[in-house]
T-cell receptor
Framework: DSGVTQTPKHLITATGQRVTLRCSPR?????VYWYQQSLDQGLQFLIQ???????AKGNILERFSAQQFPDLHSELNLSSLELGDSALYFC???????????FGSGTRLTVV | AQSVTQLDSHVSVSEGTPVLLRCNYS??????LFWYVQHPNKGLQLLLK??????LVKGINGFEAEFKKSETSFHLTKPSAHMSDAAEYFC???????????????FGTGTRLTIIP
């Protein structure tokens, strides 16, 4: 157990639907990062939050949004889902990027 | 700007032989460098990290990496491969000085390691 908890582990949904992925960071980590991993795109950085505020944005679609709550857990909202959104979505947390990230085990999203 | 290049997308070695996974990086200042491993259908696990202390870094499961500033390399090695080493390996760089306030890690495209029995 890495200390970063992601739920759910698996999610199957239909095109056009909306889903919410949840992440609880490791205790003491203020930064949360979201990554998307697909076969054709590899590991893509989506967005970072630090202590409740958005800190950096990567290749995140406008249909996707995220937030970090006062208790530091984070949610990634994916809407108007398309088949191409099927991927593994990872959350990672960090206290200091010089020391690296701790990753959760991911949420596998399948859009049918 | 920071970037990382993994020179091999796929490496195959026989069990019991040495492993070498190559990584070159580009960074404006003093980078932090990492290797992560991802086993099939699992999350990413930190193998080892370099943060400007000793240039030879030892990690978990017998892996080590050497930071060579003159060659801008951070290659991952293991003296003897085990079947359980079969996985995807990612080289990662963080140029935290120039990225301060906008910190993120930059991942390489990954190297798939196959172990031949």
């Amino acid at each position: 157990d890495s200390g970063v908890t992601q739920t759910p582990k698996h999610l199957i949904t239909a095109t056009g639907q909306r889903v919410t992925l949840r992440c609880s960071p490791r205790s003491g980590d203020l930064s949360v990062y979201w990554y998307q991993q697909s076969l054709d795109q590899g590991l893509q950085f989506l967005i970072q939050y630090y202590n409740g505020e958005e800190r950096a944005k990567g290749n995140i679609l406008e249909r996707f949004s995220a937030q970090q709550f006062p208790d530091l857990h984070s949610e990634l909202n994916l809407s108007s889902l398309e088949l191409g959104d099927s991927a593994l979505y990872f959350c990672a947390s960090s206290q200091d990027t010089r020391l690296g990230y701790t990753f959760g085990s991911g949420t596998r999203l399948t859009v049918v | 700007a920071q970037s990382v290049t993994q020179l091999d997308s796929h490496v195959s070695v026989s069990e019991g032989t040495p492993v070498l996974l190559r990584c070159n990086y580009s960074s404006s200042y003093s980078p932090s460098l990492f290797w992560y491993v991802q086993h099939p259908n699992k999350g990413l696990q930190l193998l080892l990290k370099y943060t400007s202390a000793a240039t030879l870094v030892k990690g978990i499961n017998g892996f080590e990496a050497e930071f060579k500033k003159s060659e801008t390399s951070f290659h991952l090695t293991k003296p003897s491969a085990h079947m359980s080493d079969a996985a995807e390996y990612f080289c990662v760089v963080s140029d935290w000085v120039s990225n301060f306030g906008n910190e993120k890690l930059t991942f390489g495209t990954g190297t798939r390691l196959t172990i031949i029995p």
